[in-house]
């Protein structure tokens, strides 16, 4: 099962919060390239890059993401604020291999249907999920669309991956519920990457028997910047 390491960016520092909520944010680096670093170092194979700021609306940091890809060789996959085919473009133009995209067909699907039909084969869809509801634009807009209605659209599309995040369980250590990321990778025969709530190499053990009906990964964060899992003990990037 691949592990992805995860790098929220708030004002070019390395942030976490706690159920997407954005002024529950606590800062750990003010060196997002020195953690970019030590991922690779590991042998992790994707770093997970959020840009929180542009998510929320508020400026961005992709000067900072600039970095990160200029200073390391290891695949990167961006998300938030992508909603716009230019923006797009300037990640790809960077080498970023995987484009993480959420709110936009919700808010512009004739800009994402273009982002779809030039880019189709760096996108993975990005699902916040909050109660079984889709939700957007940094976690505060309810879609009433459920999970797994939303995995099927991705699918129609021809997408191939989505990551999945737990919102109430976000940032929180408490666990995940594996059974609810086993079900959605059944329903929807995507690629699916679990994300919120993990807090212990246990947790990652027990989604790994959902790996044969398709749950390629997980995301760690809070676990790795609060110390509950040493990413040195997980072997090239893989569980």
């Not at 670093?37 to 929320?56: P, W």
């Not at 408490?174 to 679990?194: H, P, R, V």
């Not at 390629?216 to 569980?239: Q, R």
Request: hydrophobic share 40%; aromatic share 8%; net charge neutral.
């Amino acid at each position: 099962m691949l592990v992805i390491p995860a790098i929220d960016l708030m004002g070019s520092k390395v942030v976490r919060l706690t159920k997407g909520k954005a002024d529950s944010a606590k800062t750990y680096s003010e060196n997002p390239i020195e953690f970019a670093l030590y991922f690779e170092s590991l042998g992790f194979k994707r770093i997970h890059i959020v840009d929180l700021d542009a998510a929320f609306g508020k400026n961005d940091n992709f000067q900072t993401i600039q970095s990160i890809a200029k200073h390391t060789h290891i695949e990167l996959e961006v998300g938030g604020g992508i909603r716009n085919f230019v923006t797009a473009q300037k990640l790809v133009d960077l080498g970023i291999k995987r484009l993480i995209i959420g709110s936009l067909p919700f808010k512009n699907k004739k800009e994402f249907e273009n982002i779809l039909k030039e880019f189709a084969e760096y996108i993975i869809m990005g699902i916040d999920v909050d109660n079984n509801r889709v939700k957007i634009y940094g976690w505060v807009e309810d879609t009433q669309v459920t999970c797994i209605d939303f995995l099927k659209q991705v699918e129609r599309w021809g997408l191939k991956e989505a990551i999945v995040t737990d919102i109430s369980k976000d940032g929180t250590l408490s666990g995940l519920d594996e059974n609810f990321y086993g079900k959605i990778a059944q329903e929807s025969k995507l690629n699916i990457i679990a994300s919120g709530g993990i807090k212990s190499i246990d947790d990652i053990k027990r989604l790994k028997k959902f790996e044969q009906d398709g749950v390629l990964g997980v995301i760690l964060g809070k676990a790795i910047y609060e110390g509950t899992i040493d990413p040195s003990k997980i072997k090239e990037g893989e569980l």
